[in-house]
């Protein structure tokens, strides 16, 4: 059984930052692509990011790249979304996911395993 925790979220002023992590309770870490997406309010669910196990080769939405960077520390279990430059159209419920590969996921905006999510609320 796998279980996802996330933390990091909160209110930040418009170009700020923030940290997201995830740690990752259960089955072997090293095996899964991990994965990063939101839900805004009175918005349906997207893809942020992703990330491969094997080669950490990384996936980002177009709407992110530039701002976002997602890693992976697989000592720790832990998947982290790094948030440069906030805009008030990043908030949203930040969610982890994993599934077992980081383009899969990139593609069909879904994940095997989900967090409950953390808030994210930017300010203008």
């Known amino acids: 059984q796998v279980q996802l925790v996330e933390s990091g979220g909160g209110l930040v002023q418009a170009g700020g930052s923030l940290r997201l992590s995830c740690v990752f309770f259960?089955?072997?870490?090293?095996?899964?692509?991990m994965g990063w997406f939101r839900q805004a309010p009175r918005k349906e669910r997207e893809f942020v990011a992703s990330i491969n196990w094997r080669d950490e080769s990384t996936y980002y939405a177009d709407s992110v790249k530039g701002r976002f960077t997602i890693s992976r520390d697989n000592a720790k279990n832990t998947v982290y979304l790094q948030i440069a430059n906030l805009k008030p159209e990043d908030t949203a419920v930040y969610y982890c996911?994993?599934?077992?590969?980081?383009?899969?996921?990139?593609?069909?905006?879904?994940?095997?395993?989900w967090g409950k999510g953390t808030l994210v609320t930017v300010s203008s």
């Open positions: 259960g089955r072997t870490f090293g095996s899964y692509a």
């Open positions: 996911a994993a599934s077992l590969r980081a383009d899969e996921m990139a593609k069909s905006g879904r994940g095997d395993y």
